[in-house]
């Protein structure tokens, strides 16, 4: 267990919605990150937050947005869902986000669009 | 041409066998280079991690960088069914296993058979 927490698992949903995935970091890890992973792009970055700021940007849509709290957790919003949007969505923690740190993965939600 | 190139597989090998895994690269600012390993249903957790070229060991793992032919190894010794997953490799040229800026391969899926 990496210590990283997702939630949910599994998402279904329709084109056009939105949805909201959540991550608890491990515990002490200030910095979170988001990454998508399908079978056709891999695993690709999407965003990174460090003690609630934004830090760096990847290939994230503009239909996708994300924050991290107060109390360190973070979510990603995803909107006008595409058939294209399915994917296993992770979240991975570190320290301080710096040089020389290990990334922790958390065991991600799987989003089917239907 | 993709950043990085990795045989998907799926490769199958018994018990016992040395597994040869491989990524090709095209960019040569790449300077980290990381091997991750994927069980069903989980987030990527970082196996190894070497800067530059040259080879490092751990246990049965050794990863091997040649810088001058864009291209990346990991050798598994005396395989066992616990090594069953998907390996992916990434690399960054930013230091620290911790980058955000990792670009991943597709990852090859191993079946080692008992």
């Known amino acids: 267990d990496s210590g990283v927490t997702q939630t949910p698992k599994h998402l279904i949903t329709a084109t056009g919605q939105r949805v909201t995935l959540r991550c608890s970091p491990r515990?002490?890890?200030?910095?979170v990150y988001w990454y998508q992973q399908s079978l056709d792009q891999g695993l690709q970055f999407l965003i990174q937050?460090?003690?609630?700021?934004?830090?760096a940007k990847g290939n994230i849509l503009e239909r996708f947005s994300a924050q991290q709290f107060p109390d360190l957790h973070s979510e990603l919003n995803l909107s006008s869902l595409e058939l294209g949007d399915s994917a296993l969505y992770f979240c991975?923690?570190?320290?301080?986000?710096?040089?020389?740190?290990?990334?922790?993965f958390g065991s991600g939600t799987q989003l089917s669009v239907l | 041409q993709k950043e990085v190139e990795q045989d998907p597989g799926p490769l199958s090998v018994p018990e016992g066998a040395i597994v040869s895994l491989n990524c090709t690269y095209s960019?040569?600012?790449?300077?980290?280079f990381m091997w991750y390993r994927q069980y069903s249903r989980k987030g990527p957790e970082l196996l190894m991690y070497?800067?530059?070229?040259g080879n490092k060991e751990d246990g049965r793992f050794t990863a091997q960088v040649d810088k001058s032919s864009k291209y990346i190894s990991l050798f598994i010794r005396d395989s066992q069914p616990s090594d069953s997953a998907t390996y992916l490799c990434?690399?960054?040229?930013?230091?620290?296993?911790?980058?955000?800026?990792?670009?991943f391969g597709k990852g090859t899926k191993l079946s080692v058979i008992p």
């Open positions: 070497t800067y530059s070229s």
């Open positions: 960019n040569s600012a790449f300077q980290y």
């Open positions: 937050y460090y003690n609630g700021e934004e830090r």
């Open positions: 991975a923690s570190s320290v301080t986000g710096g040089t020389n740190e290990k990334l922790f």
């Open positions: 990434a690399m960054s040229d930013g230091p620290g296993a911790g980058s955000y800026q990792l670009t």
């Open positions: 515990s002490g890890d200030l910095s």
